[in-house]
């Protein structure tokens, strides 16, 4: 059974950076594609970016695209997610997901992806 772990949340000041990791247990991350959700308080969860099993498509909102990063790692069990340039609209638990396809389309991830981590704390304020 797949089991993911995201750490790396932290607190930072605006324009400050953070890189979050997505790490599994109990099955390789490269069986599956990744992606990484956000939820802040009185928001839906929203798909910001995600990576094909393969690594050779990624996708990004466009609330992030140009400031986010996402990579697998070299062994097969870690997703990261650099975060460069942080806002403070960027405040949220952010989570990592695991199904067959990358997508990140408007709508219920859990059609999308069967597998979660719990989630880590980002906050950018001044």
């Known amino acids: 059974q797949l089991r993911l772990v995201e750490s790396g949340g932290g607190s930072v000041q605006p324009g400050g950076s953070l890189r979050l990791s997505c790490t599994a247990a109990g099955d390789n991350l490269d069986n599956y594609a990744i992606g990484w959700f956000r939820q802040a308080p009185g928001k839906e969860r929203e798909g910001i970016s995600c990576?094909?099993?393969?690594?050779?498509?990624?996708n990004y909102a466009s609330s992030v695209r140009g400031r986010f990063t996402i990579a697998r790692g070299d062994a097969g069990n870690t997703v990261y997610l650099q975060m460069n340039s942080l806002k403070p609209e960027d405040t949220a638990v952010y989570l990592c997901?695991?199904?067959?396809?990358?997508?990140?389309?408007?709508?219920?991830?859990?059609?999308?992806?069967?597998?979660w981590g719990q989630g880590t704390q980002v906050t950018v304020s001044s």
């Open positions: 997901a695991a199904g067959p396809l990358c997508t990140i389309v408007p709508g219920d991830p859990s059609l999308d992806y069967q597998h």
């Open positions: 990576i094909s099993r393969s690594g050779g498509r990624t």
